[in-house]
Nanobody, 121 residues
Framework: QVQLVESGGGLVQAGGSLRLSCAAS????????MGWYRQSPGKQRELVARITNDGTTNYEDSVKGRFTISRDNTKNTVYLQMDSLKPDDAAVYYC???????????????WGQGTQVTVSS
């Protein structure tokens, strides 16, 4: 099994920055993709950013140029640097990874517990 523990959420003013971290632990054989979703009340959950093993990244259009996703494979940790935050960025951010726990197993999606990001105007 894989557990994801998130940290770094909080309250910031518009224009400020936050850095989210998500560390994976447990019986991990390999992690293919790590990323972040977010969801705010009344809105559909959306993919914010993802990063593959070879460093390929994808971003939701509204965060391009403001957010940066990165990963440290030695720590099984993914980061989301969020700059120039806007009130529309306020949401619960959920870390996820696509991982398998052994050579003989298929991969599964694992989720973090979510961390609250609040942006005041």
């Amino acid at each position: 099994q894989v557990q994801l523990v998130e940290s770094g959420g909080g309250l910031v003013q518009a224009g400020g920055s936050l850095r989210l971290s998500c560390a994976a632990s447990g019986s991990i054989f390999s992690i293919n993709v790590m990323g972040w979703y977010r969801q705010s009340p009344g809105k559909q959950r959306e993919l914010v950013a993802r990063i593959t093993n070879d460093g390929t990244t994808n971003y939701e259009d509204s965060v391009k140029g403001r957010f940066t996703i990165s990963r440290d494979n030695t720590k099984n940790t993914v980061y989301l640097q969020m700059d120039s935050l806007k009130p529309d960025d306020a949401a619960v951010y959920y870390c996820y990874c696509n991982a398998r726990i052994s050579l003989l197993s298929r991969s599964y999606i694992y989720w973090g517990q979510g961390t609250q990001v609040t942006v005041s105007s």
